[in-house]
């Protein structure tokens, strides 16, 4: 049985970029948006002994037995739930289109600053991610009627990176998965079936950087282009990449002829740096040192037009 009480307002940044971007995020980030995310529920349950939550947001057009999609989205390193909802806007979405969506939030501690995070490497002495998102999933079935066959995750920067190891360990729970600015394909990665994946990056991230450097942390080691490669592999896709310029600094890649009917397109933005390509909060993102978002490019739109083609069979 889990709990439920209602929202509040969020306190933390989106994500810790510099010192600078701590300092400034909140303050500038509530002087322009003065629009609260929408009023969603937030809920409990206890895994393992640890106290976790999570936020979801109920279309207005759900009835009771009638079994909807659900997206869970995964906030950055430093975030929180509600930052994210302002990030992506996928409440509009979700409320014209009919779909769930279960934000939940983070409480591993990866480094020793005490900024939290997910854990995404499975490490012994954190909290145990994979079993809180599987728990939470059965859960919100508890209460309302969700179609199993239509189950996505996505996430942001940290948040990617957690929605890329459900991918890799929750393949038969989540249909497909959409990574922006951080996927990943983890060595133990081992899924039980092709999981199609769209993801975005830019090459100018200066927090995920599409290559990464000597000196870059060991959660990031991989470039995205061996990552994209990884999931490439995974799922057996057999005809050469397609590239189809979006605009004069995007082009997507798309790999077909994929085991299981899965898909992996890949957006590539030769000036985008640390965001959500589309979001709202793109002027406020670029003046904290997160670089450019590219507007021609609605990731949200994108990711649920390529989930609703890829329901698991």
Known sequence: MFLRYRQHAATKPIVAATTLALLVFVPVFAKENTQPVETQNRYTTSVDGVQRSWRLYVPDQYEAGKALPIVVEFHASSSTPDWQGQLSTFETLAASAGFFIARPEALYTRESDGRISWNVDRAEDGVDDVRFIRQMIDEIRKQYSIDPSRIYATGFSGGARMSS???????????????VAGIRYPDDCSPSRPVPVIAFHG??????????AADSPAHWR?????????????????DAPSETAVSSTVTRMSYRGCAGGATVDFYRSDDGGHTWPG???????????????????????????????????
């Open 279 to 313: 979001t709202p909060l793109a002027g406020t993102l670029q003046r904290i040192g997160m670089g450019f978002t590219n507007s021609e490019v609605d990731a949200t739109g994108l990711l649920w037009e390529f989930f609703a083609r890829h329901p698991m069979d």
């Open 203 to 212: 090459k100018q991230d200066g927090i995920n950087p599409y290559e990464p």
């Open 165 to 179: 190891r459900v991918a890799c360990d929750l393949s038969d729970l989540i249909a497909a998965v959409g990574p």
């Open 222 to 238: 991989e470039s995205v282009e061996d990552a994209i490669r990884g999931w490439v592999n995974q799922n057996e896709c057999r």
